[in-house]
T-cell receptor
C-alpha cells in the first residue's frame, strides 16, 4: 500500500497525558499537512510542512501542540497535557510537489478520545 | 466566518438517478476546488477537482461545475449507485500563485444516501 499511513488508528488517553501521532506520507511527496476533524464539521487545517520546514500554523494549534518532520519524510504531532476538547480525528495529508494546485491525499486518521 | 458552505446536511436519491451536491464559497482568492468522499472511520478520499480557470471538469460518473461569478460549485454523480453513499466534502484553496499556502478549507459536508 503506497498511500498515506497514520499510527495509531485509535488512541484513548486520560486528561493531562501527552500523546504522539505519526504520519508517513506518500513516498516523494514533499508537502505534508495536518488537519483536525470534530463531529459534524469538515477537517480544519492545523499546520503544514514543505520538506522539513514548518511553513504555517493555524491559530487552532495552541502551544500544547507541536509538530515535526525532522528528515522531510514522516511527521509527528504531539499534544501535551491533553484536554477533553482535544478529542477529534487527526488527519494527515500529503501532496506531490511544491507547485500550486496540487491535490492532497489523506491518510485514514487517528481518532483521539480524551477521558 | 465559514468560507466554504455546504447548506444541505443530507441528500437522498434513488439508484440510477442524478445526485447533485452544492457548495458555496465567500473567499474570492480561492482558485482550486476539490471534492472528497468520506466513509465513517476513514480519511477523506479525493474524487475530483477543478481549477478556477475552468467551469467544468468530468471524470467518469463525476462532473464538477464551477460558477465563479456566483461563487458556487456543484458535484453531479450520474448514475448514482448505492456504493456512493457517504459524506461528501467540498474544499477550496488559495494557490501559491495567489500567495496562499494551499491549505484546504472544507465545508461541513453533505451526507448522500443512494437507495437501491
Amino acid at each position: 500500500d503506497t498511500g498515506v499511513s497514520q499510527n495509531p488508528r485509535h488512541k484513548i488517553t486520560k486528561r493531562g497525558q501527552n500523546v504522539t501521532f505519526r504520519c508517513d506520507p506518500i513516498s516523494e511527496h514533499n508537502r505534508l499537512y495536518w488537519y483536525r476533524q470534530t463531529l459534524g464539521q469538515g477537517p480544519e487545517f492545523l499546520t503544514y510542512f514543505q520538506n522539513e520546514a514548518q511553513l504555517e500554523k493555524s491559530r487552532l494549534l495552541s502551544d500544547r501542540f507541536s509538530a515535526e518532520r525532522p528528515k522531510g519524510s514522516f511527521s509527528t504531532l504531539e499534544i501535551q497535557r491533553t484536554e477533553q476538547g482535544d478529542s477529534a480525528m487527526y488527519l494527515c495529508a500529503s501532496s506531490p510537489r511544491a507547485s500550486y494546485q496540487e491535490t492532497q491525499y489523506f491518510g485514514p486518521g487517528t481518532r483521539l478520545l480524551v477521558l | 466566518d465559514q468560507q466554504v458552505k455546504q447548506n444541505s446536511p443530507s441528500l437522498s436519491v434513488q439508484e440510477g438517478r442524478i445526485s447533485i451536491l452544492n457548495c458555496d464559497y465567500t473567499n474570492s482568492m480561492f482558485d482550486y476546488f476539490l471534492w472528497y468522499k468520506k466513509y465513517p472511520a476513514e480519511g477523506p478520499t479525493f474524487l475530483i477537482s477543478i481549477s478556477s480557470i475552468k467551469d467544468k471538469n468530468e471524470d467518469g460518473r463525476f462532473t464538477v461545475f464551477l460558477n465563479k461569478s456566483a461563487k458556487h460549485l456543484s458535484l453531479h454523480i450520474v448514475p448514482s449507485q448505492p456504493g456512493d453513499s457517504a459524506v461528501y466534502f467540498c474544499a477550496a484553496s488559495e494557490g501559491r500563485a495567489q500567495g496562499g499556502s494551499e491549505k484546504l478549507v472544507f465545508g461541513k459536508g453533505t451526507k448522500l444516501t443512494v437507495n437501491p
